[in-house]
């Protein structure tokens, strides 16, 4: 509690000094800076106020999120893309055991059972996933049905390809939306992503929809958002959580699809670093190409 009171002291004490400088002082917020970096006094609890963890996590964010609303493709994305340490984890040969050795307990698995009942579809022939990572998922159901083709797609597939073989299965290095857009790739009957999408921006994300508008018949999305965002009244169609995080309100995005299932169900685990993540699912049909 100690800690708590001497943040809201730094914090409290320093918008009151910085407010005095702005609204008294000319040049008051370059003067409150050179204040900050003096010793002894008042002056270090300034210093502390501009190292704040809670301001700096604010400040970084809306700065993440005003630098990639409006581009057509994330700077996350771009850092996966360029093989990223950060994101490479999830290419990992035992990547998601930390949470469960089994798939189905594991985040990414949130969706197995859509996919599953729909893969006892004897229409649905041709699958693919966005994002395969070690290839993990996609392997799970390919193992089950050998009579229909799966292709798993990522920045970097060395570890899938390495860790599944199979003859119904292949994996393609190549940003998705690259590969979606080929003339010949056509007839997609179901495309599903386990936390992909949510690094998306509205603008990337958009031009996913319209591909899948065009090429495919059902589409199954499951990713995590926190702060229970989802139980708000949605304004905006996209909101960023924090990172390379979004949050999208896909009942605005399908518009033009079926939704079959938009749901948000708990999620925990001993070595999941948030107590308050859901895992948004989310099952659509295109009724342009399903009749």
């Known amino acids: 509690m100690g800690k708590k009171i001497k943040e809201f002291f730094t914090i409290f004490f320093g918008f009151l000094v910085l ?46 999120y005003e630098r990639n609303i409006t581009k057509e493709i994330s700077d996350e994305s771009k850092s996966y893309r360029e093989n990223s340490q950060i994101l490479q984890k999830y290419t990992t040969q035992d990547y998601g055991q930390s949470e469960s050795k089994k798939l189905e307990e594991q985040q990414r698995g949130f969706g197995i059972y859509l996919i599953k009942d729909l893969l006892k579809n004897d229409k649905i022939k041709n699958v693919i996933e966005i994002g395969t990572g070690n290839g993990d998922l996609i392997s799970f159901f390919a193992k089950d049905y050998s009579n229909k083709y799966f292709t798993g797609i990522d920045f970097n597939v060395e570890t899938a390809t390495e860790k599944h073989q199979l003859d119904n299965l292949n994996f393609i290095s190549d940003y998705a939306l690259n590969y979606l857009n080929k003339s010949d790739v056509k007839n997609i009957d179901l495309i599903f992503a386990s ?25 199954i999305i499951t990713e995590p958002t926190w702060y229970r965002v989802h139980e708000k009244k949605l304004i905006n169609h996209t909101y960023h959580l924090e990172g390379g995080v979004f949050f999208h309100n896909y009942n605005h995005y399908f518009k033009d699809f079926d939704i079959i299932q938009n749901k948000f169900l708990k999620y925990k685990h001993k070595s999941s670093p948030r107590p308050d993540i859901y895992i948004n699912i989310i099952f659509v049909k295109n009724n342009n190409l399903v009749k």
């Open 19 to 64: 407010l005095f400088y702005v609204v008294f002082k000319k040049q008051g917020t370059g003067k409150f800076y050179i204040k900050a970096q003096e010793e002894g006094g008042w002056s270090e609890i300034l210093n502390r106020f501009i190292k704040s963890k809670t301001l700096n996590f604010l400040f970084s964010n809306f700065k993440y």
């Open 195 to 219: 936390s992909v999408f949510n690094f998306f921006t509205p603008k990337e994300l958009i031009k996913y929809i319209k591909i899948f508008s065009k090429k495919c018949k059902f589409i």
